[in-house]
C-alpha cells in the first residue's frame, strides 16, 4: 500500500517538517549517496507571492535532509509571468540561498533542451523541454495547492510537467489545446515527473488561480513519494473529486501512480476527512471538468 504524509500546520516550515517526518528513512536512502539534486519550485508569476511557492517550504526541505545529503541543491524555475531572478529576490529566495553553501539558485530558461513532439488525440506539439528536469537524479516538487483555469487544481506535478517547457508563457500556452490539454500531460509526464512532492496547504489560493485567486487558509501539508497519491489526496482535501480532474485519471491509467481515494493509499498523520476545506473553484470550473473527449 502506498503512503502519504498529512500534517497539520498554521506555518509551512513546521507543516512541512511534520509531513517530510514519514520519509526520513526513504529519501535517506535515496539521494544520501547523490551529488545533486533539482528542487522544481513554481513561479506562474514572480510578482505574486500567493502565486509562488512559499520560501519556508523550502526551507523546510533543504534543512530536513541536510543531516543525511552533503551534495549539491539545485532551486530551479522558470517563471511563466515575470523575471525569474527578480522574483528569487523578492521572495527571500536569493538572501536564503547566500547563506547556504548547498544551494543554488538556477534559472531553467538558461538550462539545455530537448526538442521533444507529443502526440494527443487529433494533433501533436513540439516543446522544448529543459534538461535539467529531464535529467536529474532525484526531482523535487514543492508547490503551494492552487486551483486552476483550465485543468481544476495545479499541485506538486503539474509543477513540473508544464514548469518543464521552456520560453515562459508563450511556450507553456501551445499545450492549451482545449480539453487535449490532459493528453499533453499525460505524455509529457512519460518524460519528465517528480520523485517527490511538498504541497503546501497552509495557505493555498482559491477562486480564479493560478495567479488571480484568493488566499485560503486550509491548514495542511502533503508529501510523498508518489506524486499522483499526494496531489489526488491534496486535491480531496481542496474538496474536489478526482474524476473531475482528467491528467489524474490519465496519469493512472499509465500506472503511475495511485489515485486517492480510489487506489489503496495510506494516509500517515492527520485524518483527511478531519481536514476537508472545501476551496472556491475557478469561474470555469463546470466547464473544465467536462473533460474527456
Not at 500546520?9 to 551529488?35: H, M, N, V
Not at 512559499?54 to 552533503?70: G, H, Q
Not at 506539439?125 to 526531482?139: G, K, R, W
Not at 483555469?149 to 492549451?176: F, Y
Request: charge should be positive; charged fraction near 25%; hydrophobic fraction near 40%.
Amino acid at each position: 500500500m502506498q503512503e502519504v504524509s498529512l500534517a497539520k500546520a498554521t506555518d509551512s516550515y513546521a507543516g512541512a517538517r511534520k509531513a517530510l517526518f514519514t520519509f526520513r528513512e526513504k529519501l535517506e536512502k535515496r539521494i544520501s549517496s547523490l551529488g545533486e539534486i533539482v528542487i522544481k519550485v513554481n513561479f506562474v508569476s514572480a510578482e505574486r507571492e500567493l502565486a509562488t511557492t512559499p520560501l519556508d517550504t523550502v526551507r523546510a526541505f533543504v534543512d530536513f535532509i541536510k543531516p543525511f545529503y552533503k551534495g549539491k541543491i539545485i532551486v530551479a524555475e522558470e517563471a511563466s509571468l515575470g523575471d525569474t531572478q527578480a522574483g528569487f529576490e523578492r521572495f527571500g529566495f536569493k538572501k536564503w540561498a547566500e547563506k547556504e553553501p548547498q544551494v543554488e539558485l538556477f534559472d531553467s530558461s538558461l538550462s539545455p533542451a530537448k526538442r521533444m513532439t507529443f502526440k494527443y488525440p487529433g494533433g501533436k506539439v513540439t516543446l522544448s523541454l529543459a534538461q535539467i528536469y529531464l535529467e536529474a537524479p532525484f526531482l523535487v516538487s514543492l508547490c503551494r495547492a492552487k486551483t486552476h483555469d483550465t485543468v481544476v487544481v495545479t499541485l506538486g506535478i503539474k509543477n513540473v510537467l508544464v514548469g518543464a517547457i521552456q520560453g515562459g508563457l508563450s511556450e507553456r500556452s501551445k499545450i492549451h489545446q482545449g480539453k487535449r490539454i490532459h493528453w499533453i500531460m499525460k505524455e509529457i509526464a512519460k518524460v519528465v515527473y517528480p520523485h517527490f512532492v511538498v504541497i503546501d496547504g497552509v495557505v493555498g489560493m482559491e477562486g480564479n488561480g493560478p495567479v488571480s485567486g484568493t488566499p485560503k487558509k486550509a491548514g495542511w501539508v502533503v508529501a510523498g513519494d508518489d506524486a499522483l497519491a499526494a496531489d489526488s489526496l491534496a486535491a480531496y482535501l481542496m474538496g474536489f473529486s478526482v474524476d473531475d480532474i482528467g491528467y489524474f485519471c490519465l496519469l493512472r491509467e499509465e500506472k503511475l501512480g495511485k489515485l486517492y481515494p480510489k487506489d489503496k493509499v495510506e494516509v500517515v498523520g492527520e485524518s483527511p476527512q478531519q481536514l476537508v476545506f472545501p476551496f472556491v473553484p475557478h469561474h470555469s470550473f463546470e466547464q473544465q471538468r467536462a473533460w474527456r473527449i
